[in-house]
């Protein structure tokens, strides 16, 4: 009890405490779903609720929690307009803010953000020794998304603005397929009706 308190005050030290604690319950739930959703569902009720929580978690973290604990942001821009897999966002691009970012939030960020893949990852261990393999696929997904956004922010909180790094992050090994735009579609649409009206 004297455990909760004190993580209930911690919280409340917090400068966004509803914000932290929807990340971290965003972070927590997926688990515990996963430890005992077992006894409660089925398999595939279990899957598609975990896959929905994991999603839920990884939008907030990467769109509000991210911008709001640490002041960063990271994108995939599919376009490739700009010549870039990967977009950073960092408060150290803009003048210092009159709200510096609280200590117990940053802590509490960075801790959540790392230690949520490495539970997957045991989990997919647990799961191969075991060899429960559909359970493995649905660990998978967990690993993918928070290590993705893991690894968003990583990236993100080592970008400086001042140089080109940016670009350079942009060409390591972590390079997501590009998508082609709306526009290259349709340029794909009028060759494929320029060889079905000359046939």
């Known amino acids: 009890m004297e455990h909760i308190r004190n993580f209930y005050s911690t919280i409340l030290k917090s400068s966004h405490p509803l ?59 599919s376009t490739g307009v700009s010549g870039k897999t990967l977009t950073f966002e960092s408060h150290k691009q803009y003048p210092p803010s009159t709200i510096p970012i609280n200590a117990i939030d940053s802590k509490l960020f960075w801790w959540s953000i790392y230690l949520t893949p490495i539970v997957w990852i045991v989990f997919a261990i647990m799961c191969i020794l075991r060899l429960k393999l559909f359970y493995l696929v649905l660990v998978l997904v967990g690993i993918c998304l928070t290590g993705i956004n893991a690894y968003g922010f990583r990236q993100c909180n080592s970008w400086e603005p001042t140089t080109d790094s940016n670009t350079a992050e942009n060409d390591s090994w972590f390079q997501l397929p590009s998508i082609p735009g709306l526009d290259n579609l349709g340029a794909i649409a009028q060759v494929s009706s320029f060889f079905q009206r000359s046939t």
């Open 19 to 77: 914000t932290l604690s929807v990340h971290l319950a965003g972070k927590a739930v997926p688990i515990v779903f996963y430890i005992l959703g077992s006894i409660f569902f089925s398999f595939t009720a279990q899957f598609i609720t975990i896959v929905l929580l994991l999603a839920c978690d990884f939008y907030i973290t990467k769109n509000i929690s991210g911008r709001k604990l640490v002041q960063l942001r990271w994108w995939y821009d």
